[in-house]
């Protein structure tokens, strides 16, 4: 049984439940004043919670700008705008909605990508959009505590829909989130002892605990704590998981035995592509009750084994559905994707460590956008570094179906129509975080992670406007102006990826000490109005070694591939959308010749950057083609051992941004020299 099959299963199971009735839940501290503003200023945390290295700012406080609200305005005008016009699913029937359709994770996934989309685009059609479900939501708290609809009582999908809510509740300050919340915490921890986590809800604990933690920011109940770690104790222990980590090859469908219907036991959530990319934070979020340095270096461990294991050139590891191995023609999850990079942007507040925000870029301008169509109207459910065909085809995939790389309305399982729309809005919303005064250092601001936008905050009871102008990914050059209302003295964090020897940067044109990579470089100085920073990162061409000796040509956080000429065809119209093959229409299989000089032509950066037709940067390559490397049932061979031979003639080869190329050979083999 595909796990498609298994996790549809399931959801038909969990329809037939009831909500199991509970004590009066017992009323946690009060909430927030009623009237009070929305929040520019980032909460931190209260004792005895150990403090964040960073805080992300709360939702509306960073606006995108440039090609990054462009892309954010795409996503608005394609599926992330209108899904619930061409989509029963989400739907006016929707169960998040009062109806009898969908009840499970669907409508909060959706609201999850929404909420934060409508807010960083100020678009009341969106906010109108998204305030059907939130106050259908927040009207539907019963007596016991549990809110949600009532055709199943599981944990899992309200634990996205706290997500929403917290969201929600920064952006607006609505006075129904935070006592819905309160009670609905209440609630679970008294049931959780009678009905503790299974399933999903038990290896994602740490989302749950994550809004748990939120809340106790807000009002201080210890009673959260304790809630906290009933969690812990229930949930899978992702810790133990990666400290003594056992799937290091390709996981088969016999080996989760999921013919057997075991697709629900631990062996297949343990090794399930989301349920990983959503452990990543697991022991930094931990951490926050704990205070151990040794659950916050948890995340480093769990990083370690995935990329020593099913590493991808694209950023993210291998998981179609399960855990794939090292081979770049198995796929990655786009759920996966986006939950991995939101497990990133927590871990990156909690730890502060540059790393994390190097490994956020490269999923965000490689991974997420080169697995959805230019429009935004279509996506896939797996992508391929190499990628020579997408098809109707049940190889390579581990437990997928046969429709996993198409460009469609929901290839293979529809958990990743309702679930990708998070990626770009909350990617947008962690540029900046507050740095707070710890270790003598006064309270400032960190750039985590470069794009276009601005930013307004309060530091130290001070309103600054943050206007950042810059290119990145694909130039590297970053111009920040720093508009405090009255002169004020604090920090300037600056990541310098670990990619960028030889950065440097300028306050006014006065050259600063030259930052080290893979570091924050801190600006201290009291900032007037109009104060500019800029910072340039050199961009040289560089190879990085994968699988079989292969190798991966990158610029800065990008990515670049061989782009395959492409023949869209129209497999079935779905509604607004469509479902899509692309069959290759040039050869592919070319060897790097890593001798050579690898040059670079630069075009005008436009609104589609990540657009075949509207890339800015291209390199150029000497290659050879490998006539013995082929394709089987639309998917590229395993790569040969490099390095390799080839008597055909050297060729100038194109290789464009990772995303742009929806046909494309990213890991290369290297010719013998």
Not at 81 to 89: K, N, Q, V
Not at 106 to 128: E, I, M, N, Q, S
Not at 639 to 659: D, F, G, K
Request: with cysteine; glycine share 6%.
């Amino acid at each position: 049984m595909p796990t498609s099959a298994t996790r549809r299963q399931f959801i038909k199971q969990i329809s037939s439940v009831g909500i199991v009735s509970a004590l009066p839940a017992t009323p946690l501290l009060s909430a927030a004043p009623a009237d009070a503003p929305p929040p520019t200023a980032a909460v931190q945390h209260r004792a005895p919670l150990a403090p964040n290295a960073f805080y992300p700012l709360p939702l509306g406080a960073i606006r995108p700008a440039g090609w990054l609200r462009a892309q954010l305005q795409l996503q608005a005008g394609g599926l992330g705008g209108h899904l619930d016009e061409t989509w029963p699913d989400v739907g006016p029937n929707s169960g998040w909605l009062g109806g009898t359709g969908e009840s499970w994770e669907r409508g909060p996934y959706f609201l999850d990508g929404l909420v934060p989309l409508a807010h960083l685009l100020d678009d009341p059609r969106l906010k109108a959009k998204a305030q059907k479900y939130l106050d259908w939501t927040l009207s539907s708290q019963a007596p016991s505590g549990n809110f949600g609809p009532a055709s199943n009582d599981d944990w899992w999908p309200r634990m996205v829909a706290l997500k929403v809510l917290t969201q929600h509740h920064e952006a607006t300050a609505d006075p129904r989130v935070l006592p819905l919340m309160q009670r609905y915490f209440s609630y679970q921890l008294a049931e959780l002892p009678k009905r503790p986590l299974r399933d999903w809800s038990k290896f994602r604990w740490q989302d749950n605990a994550l809004s748990v933690l939120w809340l106790y920011d807000r009002t201080g109940d210890p009673a959260l704590l304790d809630l906290v770690r009933l969690l812990h104790v229930q949930g899978y222990d992702w810790i133990a998981h990666f400290a003594d980590f056992k799937y290091k090859d390709r996981i088969t469908a016999e080996y989760i035995k999921l013919e057997e219907g075991q697709g629900l036991k631990d062996l297949a959530l343990s090794t399930h592509g989301v349920n990983n990319g959503q452990a990543i934070k697991t022991g930094p979020v931990w951490s926050i009750l704990t205070g151990s340095p040794s659950d916050r270096r948890a995340v480093f461990q769990m990083l370690s084994e995935l990329d020593k294991y099913h590493g991808l050139p694209n950023g993210i590891f291998s998981c179609d559905e399960h855990l794939a191995g090292l081979n770049p023609s198995q796929g990655s999850e786009l759920c996966t994707v986006v939950e991995s990079m939101f497990s990133l942007e927590q871990s990156l507040a909690i730890l502060g460590d540059p790393a994390l925000g190097d490994r956020l870029e490269r999923l965000a301008f490689n991974a997420l956008p080169g697995t959805i169509s230019d429009d935004m109207w279509s996506h896939q459910y797996n992508q391929q570094p190499n990628q020579v065909e997408c098809s109707v085809h049940r190889k390579p995939w581990t437990t997928d179906g046969p429709e996993s790389n198409l460009f469609g309305l929901e290839p293979n399982f529809g958990c990743c129509t309702a679930n990708f729309h998070q990626g770009w809005p909350k990617f947008a919303a962690s540029l900046w975080m507050l740095s707070p005064h710890r270790d003598h250092e006064d309270e400032g601001l960190a750039a985590t992670a470069y794009a276009p936008c601005e930013t307004n905050t309060l530091i130290r009871g001070t309103r600054v406007h943050i206007v950042e102008e810059t290119g990145y990914p694909f130039h590297g050059t970053i111009r920040i102006t720093v508009n405090p209302a009255s002169p004020l003295s604090f920090p300037l964090k600056l990541r310098i990826p670990a990619w960028a020897a030889g950065a440097t940067i300028h306050v006014n044109e006065e050259a600063q000490p030259a930052p080290s990579p893979g570091t924050f470089a801190r600006i201290q100085r009291t900032w007037k109005s109009g104060d500019r920073v800029e910072i340039n990162l050199p961009m040289q061409p560089r190879l990085s070694k994968w699988f079989h000796n292969s190798v991966a040509v990158e610029r800065g956080p990008l990515v670049f591939s061989f782009a395959i000429g492409e023949d869209w065809v129209k497999l079935r119209d779905r509604g607004m959308t469509a479902d899509w093959q692309i069959y290759p229409t040039t050869p592919w299989n070319y060897a790097l010749d890593t001798t050579a000089d690898i040059t670079t032509s630069a075009a005008e950066l436009s609104e589609k950057p990540f657009s075949a037709t509207h890339t800015p940067i291209k390199l150029h390559a000497k290659a050879r083609k490998l006539p013995d490397w082929r394709a089987e049932d639309g998917v590229a061979n395993p790569l040969p051992q490099s390095p390799v031979t080839s008597t055909e003639p050297t060729e100038t080869i194109t290789l464009i941004p990772y995303a742009a190329a929806k046909l494309r050979i990213t890991a290369f083999p290297r010719l013998k020299t």
